[in-house]
């Protein structure tokens, strides 16, 4: 099982990025998986989610509006699409699952896989 997040940059306020988390070894509809960020300092924190099967959505009040999740079954990637963004959005996000079938964002088993972190840096 391994995640592989990309697509993070430097940006300005206002601006729009794409991270992709892309699955090997496993199919990822069939998995939750998370979008967590730690900015310096911080602890980390969760910002998206999309359950296995129906696909529900989570999103941090600090995000909602502005940040939206989704899957590619085809490509077997989720993405998360950062629209508006702000300093504080600035952070190494990461995405993760618990790796058990079916679950949902409640992560009630735990994150059990982390992908290797993204850089976001947003400049006021």
């Known amino acids: 099982v391994q995640l592989q997040a990309s697509g993070g940059g430097l940006v300005q306020a206002g601006d729009s990025l794409s991270l992709s988390c892309a699955a090997s070894?496993?199919?990822?509809?069939?998995?939750?998986i998370g979008w967590f960020r730690q900015a310096p300092g911080k602890e980390r924190e969760a910002v998206s989610c999309i359950s296995s099967g129906d696909g529900s959505l989570f999103h941090a009040d600090s995000v909602k509006g502005r940040f939206t999740i989704s899957r590619d079954n085809a490509k077997n990637t989720v993405y998360l699409q950062m629209n508006d963004l702000k300093p504080e959005d600035a952070a190494v996000y990461y995405c993760?699952?618990?790796?058990?079938?079916?679950?949902?964002?409640?992560?009630?088993?735990?994150?059990?896989?982390w992908g290797q972190g993204t850089q976001v840096t947003v400049s006021s």
């Open positions: 070894g496993f199919a990822l509809d069939y998995y939750v």
């Open positions: 993760a699952t618990d790796g058990v079938p079916g679950s949902t964002c409640t992560l009630a088993y735990g994150i059990r896989y």
